[in-house]
């Protein structure tokens, strides 16, 4: 299982940028998805955005398109979030995940990093 440790996470002013950086260790299958989920006070858990490793299929949350940017350096074993555009609503506590899986109805992950709070000031 793959280890996953954020960091990037701070205080931003409302239509600031953050970037978030994801350091993986141990074993990424070519056909990994990895991600990033989110947990704001009081809410559950939601999907943000998630990229193949093997290629740069990217997927993201309705609400984020055009304002972040996920990507990945596979020379690093790192992936990434660029925030842009930030608004109060998206305060949280940003996770990295591995192991990600749509069934559909929902995203999933099988692994989770510690979590890094983004909180943005309006």
């Known amino acids: 299982q793959v280890q996953l440790a954020e960091s990037g996470g701070g205080l931003v002013q409302a239509g600031g940028s953050v970037k978030l950086s994801c350091a993986t260790s141990g074993r990424i299958y070519t056909s990994s998805i990895l991600g990033w989920f989110r947990q704001a006070p009081g809410k559950e858990r939601e999907f943000v955005a998630a990229?193949?490793?093997?290629?740069?299929?990217?997927f993201y949350k309705d609400s984020v398109k055009g304002r972040f940017t996920i990507s990945k350096d596979k020379s690093k074993n790192m992936v990434y979030l660029q925030m842009n555009s930030l608004q109060p609503e998206d305060t949280a506590v940003y996770y990295c995940?591995?192991?990600?899986?749509?069934?559909?109805?929902?995203?999933?992950?099988?692994?989770w990093g510690q979590g890094t709070q983004v909180t943005v000031s309006s």
């Open positions: 995940a591995g192991g990600l899986r749509d069934d559909g109805y929902r995203w999933s992950a099988a692994s």
């Open positions: 990229i193949r490793w093997s290629h740069d299929s990217t």
